[in-house]
């Protein structure tokens, strides 16, 4: 049974390292568990209420098909729709719901236990709407190769797909597509974002400097378009993804290289086109395509039909009950998302959408004095941040590795402080499209003179020394001021590179030729000894147990854990683009005319406003990839 993040509450009977992650624990011995204060019924009314919840309306499409008996062979119907995530960002809820996005881990761990039903005879996805990048496609891609192998049917159907989202789809056995519907697969674009023209607009002006010829993070604030440099690295970027697209149609459909190539030259194609160049079987309704064959409708989430489970769930929250952990040795699977940040950050629910320092220290350090766990996944999709926040965690990581092995396993990006903290693990482990490397050093501030002027406030800098308000100045850096931060960014590239060297065991002048800030997807980086292996997190997971001499079917430990009451408390007015950076008329209404590049032009925002405070980063700024 899984709780709201895909976690097991119950001992899980199958040998899967997905769907068994936490322990067994049982609630606190209560008089009687079931009732609440005073006698009443505090489960019974929330599985009632599920229920309620959860049974269709009059006019709304049936769950079932009035033939369907759970004992007799059936077939099932999921629906897939929304973002595909690493941990949600945010889900507490009773009924099984909530959070944003769809763990891939929970997804995968759901396809598995459904592949285990012998009474399901094949599954039948509808997918609408999915928001996924191409490494967790490739992920994907490998449950669902799971399915076929294993002799149950595979269909699934969609109103319209491209590019990533089609790729998923050419997976499965059979596709079917709605009439008018569109599969569009125009090959894998870039697209690099600048705002320097809105921070001249606001007055604003980046003052940045880097380490490496490639290491161009700051670009999108400091440049109107991509250097030479740049538009290298996005090539190889694009070629990677291609290969992966036309290997995938020509393998799946069973098309030659050259009409794929050709197909993809074409891009767009109507249901009946799509038919006809055999990117898809079907065109008809869902409804028709689903056929005559028993079937009911099957849920990614189950926990709420559980009243044990609901209440669980409660006391988790409140903090009656200490968080999921497995009872004896067993792995631990970390995950660092998001950018690196100096401090706490925003808590244990910050380490969703942020690394914070001290509070991934503390948990690494944590796990290292436990002897219980025997081996850690350091699962990372990051573009760096702060360069010291990194060390202090390289550090913490090299001093588990000491104790134990450490297996990385890298995301759609591990990229600048992101490999950083990766560097020195036991074993590392990327997907051909993973963005990697980007072994370099960014520094810089922001200028708002200009813009403060605007609003009429004008600032007069006074200090004693001769560089004193090097770091207070709203102006940009003088020249002397430029060498001094040119000296500091130098010193932690050495240490960066260092780092790098003595983790991979190779040369430092290998090391600098492949750093220099520039990108690499998987495929590249393993060819260069940067990555150990190509694989997911399934397969960093089976080597964490088979280094950590555990059993395939022992619990994992999920760091962070589901949240709780005092999480959110603490998790309250986290850092958001704010002030004069973030309440300009043209960032509204680029997040009405295109919310992806809005929520781009936001994160690059927030990106300005982190080096007030810190200067030196070990970051990568990667284009959105469509």
Not at 274 to 283: I, Q, Y
């Given at each position: 049974m899984l709780d709201d993040n895909g976690e097991a509450v119950t001992a899980p009977s199958a040998n899967d390292p997905w769907a068994n992650d936490t322990n067994t624990a049982t609630p606190p011995a209560t008089p009687d568990a079931n009732k609440g204060f005073g006698g009443f019924d505090l489960t019974g009314m929330l599985s009632k209420v599920t229920e309620s919840i959860k049974q269709p309306g009059f006019y709304e499409a049936p769950e079932k098909s009035e033939d369907y008996d759970a004992d007799q062979p059936h077939v099932g119907i999921l629906e897939l729709g929304g973002k595909i995530v690493e941990r949600e960002t945010y889900s507490f809820s009773l009924f099984g719901g909530g959070g944003r996005g769809i763990e891939l881990r929970r997804l995968v761990g759901r396809l598995r236990d459904l592949a285990k039903d012998p009474k399901l005879t094949g599954l039948v996805v509808r997918m609408r709407d999915l928001e996924i990048s191409?490494?967790?496609?490739?992920?994907?891609?490998?449950?669902?190769?799971?399915?076929?192998?294993?002799?149950?049917?595979?269909?699934?159907?969609?109103?319209?797909?491209?590019?990533?989202?089609?790729?998923?789809?050419?997976?499965?056995?059979?596709?079917?597509?709605?009439?008018?519907?569109?599969?569009?697969?125009?090959?894998?674009?870039?697209?690099?974002?600048?705002?320097?023209?809105?921070?001249?607009?606001?007055?604003?002006?980046?003052?940045?400097?880097?380490?490496?010829?490639?290491?161009?993070?700051?670009e999108p604030l400091t440049r109107e378009a991509p250097s030479p440099e740049m538009e290298t690295t996005l090539r190889d970027i694009l070629d990677r993804h291609y290969e992966t697209m036309v290997s995938a149609i020509e393998r799946d459909r069973r098309l030659d290289r050259p009409t794929v190539e050709k197909l993809i030259d074409t891009g767009l194609f109507a249901s009946e086109q799509?038919?006809?160049?055999?990117?898809?079987?079907?065109?008809?309704?869902?409804?028709?395509?689903?056929?005559?064959?028993?079937?009911?409708?099957?849920?990614?989430?189950?926990?709420?039909?559980?009243?044990?489970?609901?209440?669980?769930?409660?006391?988790?929250?409140?903090?009656?009950?200490?968080?999921?952990?497995?009872?004896?040795?067993?792995?631990?699977?970390?995950?660092?998302?998001?950018?690196?940040?100096?401090?706490?950050?925003?808590?244990?629910?910050?380490a969703r959408q942020e690394i914070a320092s001290h509070t991934l220290v503390a948990a690494i350090r944590a796990l290292t004095a436990d002897d219980a766990v025997k081996a850690v996944v350091l699962r990372i999709d990051s573009g760096g941040g702060s360069a010291q926040a990194s060390e202090l965690i390289w550090r913490a990581v090299n001093d588990l590795k000491a104790k134990k092995p450490v297996i990385v396993s890298m995301s759609d990006v591990a990229a600048s402080g992101g490999y950083y903290i990766a560097s020195n693990a036991t074993r590392i482990y990327a997907l051909d499209n993973t963005l990697t490397g980007s072994i370099g050093v960014v520094g810089g501030k922001i200028a708002p003179g200009n813009a403060l002027a605007k609003l009429g406030v004008s600032t007069f800098p006074r200090g004693r020394g001769r560089r004193a308000t090097i770091l207070a100045s709203f102006s940009p850096w003088s020249e002397d001021e430029k060498q001094v931060i040119q000296r500091s960014m130098e010193e932690v590239y050495t240490v960066f590179t260092g780092r790098v060297a003595d983790g991979r065991k190779l040369p430092i002048e290998k090391v600098k030729e492949l750093a220099q800030g520039r990108v690499w997807t998987g495929t590249k980086a393993k060819e260069l000894g940067l990555v150990d292996e190509i694989g997911g997190l399934d397969v960093a997971i089976a080597k964490a147990q088979e280094l950590g001499k555990v059993s395939a079917d022992t619990d994992l430990e999920i760091y962070p854990p589901s949240p709780t009451l005092r999480d959110v408390v603490q998790g309250w007015g986290g850092n958001v683009s704010a002030g004069l950076l973030g309440s300009s008329t043209e960032l509204a209404q680029l997040d009405r005319l295109d919310p992806q590049l809005g929520a781009a032009a936001h994160a690059l925002l927030d990106l300005v406003t982190s080096f007030a405070k810190t200067h030196v980063q070990a970051i990568a700024i990667l284009p959105m990839v469509r």
């Open positions: 191409l490494p967790d496609v490739v992920e994907l891609r490998g449950v669902l190769a799971e399915w076929k192998t294993a002799g149950k049917t595979l269909a699934c159907h969609v109103e319209g797909a491209s590019n990533a989202g089609y790729l998923l789809l050419a997976a499965c056995t059979t596709i079917g597509i709605a009439p008018l519907g569109q599969i569009a697969i125009t090959g894998p674009a870039a697209m690099p974002i600048h705002i320097k023209g809105l921070l001249d607009k606001l007055g604003v002006q980046a003052d940045f400097l880097h380490v490496g010829a490639y290491k161009g993070a700051a799509a038919k006809a160049a055999k990117l898809v079987d079907e065109v008809g309704s869902f409804e028709t395509f689903r056929g005559d064959k028993a079937w009911t409708t099957l849920e990614l989430d189950t926990a709420g039909s559980d009243k044990l489970t609901g209440l669980v769930k409660i006391w988790r929250f409140l903090g009656a009950m200490p968080p999921e952990r497995p009872l004896g040795e067993h792995v631990a699977v970390i995950y660092a998302i998001g950018n690196i940040v100096d401090g706490g950050g925003d808590g244990v629910l910050g």
